[in-house]
């Protein structure tokens, strides 16, 4: 929960030697990890994206992940499910508040996996962007939280995204170009649009 003058809470918990961390994509991931590792924390990910679509996006960033985790020796847990149908089932018409469910459907898969393999903390490398709603995220984080007894662990990485940015570029890794759900897509290529317009 943001505190009353509007900003995330301060990382006040004790920091886990390990958690698991919920990865949208490699690019993300980069300065997440070294931000983890830096602080005694050893990450291990957890893929489980059901938003991101289509087929060969998903396919593309999946990969990328998997070939970033095996360069930098970070072991990497997969739920491998495509899941365009279940995403638009949860988001049941509400196109325009996706994010929330987006956010509740992969976070209670990171929570539900450490729980049933040890992990004493979960966390997630969305936490770095600065164009998704942080609040929520957190939100979602201590929800999937108290529902699996396992803690969230909040982490404010967006001041290295930058960084992260820049360093996946000078990696080669595969950069996309939206959030990941079609609606996402849409948003992004319909602004464009409308700047060139």
């Known amino acids: ?65 998997r070939e970033y985790a095996a360069s930098i020796g970070m072991a990497l847990a997969e739920r491998d499910e495509y899941g365009l149908r279940a995403f638009l089932q949860e988001v049941d018409g509400a196109f325009d508040a996706r994010c929330p469910v987006c956010y509740r459907m992969r976070l209670d898969a990171a929570a539900a996996y450490a729980a049933e393999h040890g992990f004493p903390a979960f966390s997630t490398t969305l936490l770095i962007s600065p164009y998704q709603n942080h609040a929520l995220l957190i939100e979602a984080g201590e929800r999937a939280a108290s529902r699996y007894g396992v803690p969230f662990l909040y982490r404010d990485f967006r001041p290295r995204f930058r960084e992260g940015q820049d360093r996946a570029r000078e990696l080669g890794l595969y950069m996309q170009k939206y959030c990941g759900c079609i609606f996402s897509e849409e948003d992004r290529y319909r602004k464009r649009k409308k700047k060139q317009a």
């Open 1 to 65: 929960m943001e505190q009353a003058n509007g900003n995330p809470p301060r990382e006040a918990q004790p920091l886990p030697d390990r958690v698991l961390l919920h990865a949208c994509c490699a690019p993300c991931s980069i300065a997440c990890v070294d931000d983890l590792r830096e602080s005694g924390v050893e990450p291990t990910a957890f893929w489980y994206n059901p938003n991101i679509h289509p087929f060969t996006e998903y396919r593309q960033r999946r990969n990328t992940l």
